[in-house]
Each structure stands twice: as structure tokens, then as C-alpha cells.
């Protein structure tokens, strides 16, 4: 079956960095738009960054500037660089592959905190 693995979350300072990746495996990943959503306390999921199969990125105002995603086809893996991130960045971080079909991986947790 489709698997979406998240990791690098953790705790970070604000003003610091992580680097969050998302591995797939069962899906033909070049041809998959992949994105980052992040879901805080009592809010819904928002779309934070999306980069499509021929490497188009966009991103959620926010972050702009500060957040880069990427893709490594020959690694089946997307990534999500966070640079100065603030309190409001905190949440559970998502990784979604959408084709026909749109898959989610279980979220790895970010914590923004002094």
C-alpha cells in the first residue's frame, strides 16, 4: 500500500530551523504534486507549501521567504526547510501526494517554543 512517511519534527527555538522530509514508497513519485500542510490546536489543516510534479512551488504567504520546499525524484522524498520559524508555526506538519488520487502521510509534530 501507499506509505507517507514523515519525520524531522521536533522542538525548535523561535528564530531556528528544522528540515522536515516525507518519504513515499508504492506510488511513481515523479509524476506526484506534493505538498506540506500543517494543522495547529483548533484550527484547520492549511496548505503551507505545494511543489508540483515539474518542480513549480508555491507557498502559503506566511512563509514566504523563510520555508523552501523540495523534491529528490531519484529518493522517492519530498522536504520541507524551515528557517526562522516563529511561535505560529507550530502545529502537526503533513505530507500529501496528489495524482488521481490524493494520499496522506500521519504528520510529525513541530513545537515552536522558548
Known amino acids: 500500500q501507499v506509505q507517507l512517511v514523515e519525520s524531522g519534527g521536533g522542538l525548535v527555538q523561535p528564530g531556528g530551523s528544522l528540515r522536515l522530509s516525507c518519504a513515499t514508497s508504492?506510488?511513481?513519485?515523479?509524476?506526484?504534486?506534493m505538498g506540506w500542510y500543517r494543522q495547529a490546536p483548533g484550527k484547520q489543516r492549511e496548505l503551507v507549501a505545494i511543489?508540483?510534479?515539474?518542480?513549480?512551488?508555491s507557498y502559503l504567504d506566511s512563509v514566504k521567504g523563510r520555508f523552501t520546499i523540495s523534491r529528490d525524484n531519484t529518493k522517492d522524498t519530498v522536504y520541507l526547510q524551515m528557517n526562522s520559524l516563529r511561535t505560529e508555526g507550530a502545529g502537526v506538519y503533513y505530507c500529501?501526494?496528489?495524482?488521481?488520487?490524493?494520499?496522506w502521510g500521519r504528520g510529525t509534530q513541530v513545537t515552536v517554543s522558548s
Open positions: 500529501s501526494a496528489r495524482w488521481k488520487t490524493k494520499y
Open positions: 508504492r506510488i511513481i513519485f515523479s509524476i506526484y504534486d
Open positions: 511543489i508540483t510534479s515539474g518542480g513549480s512551488t
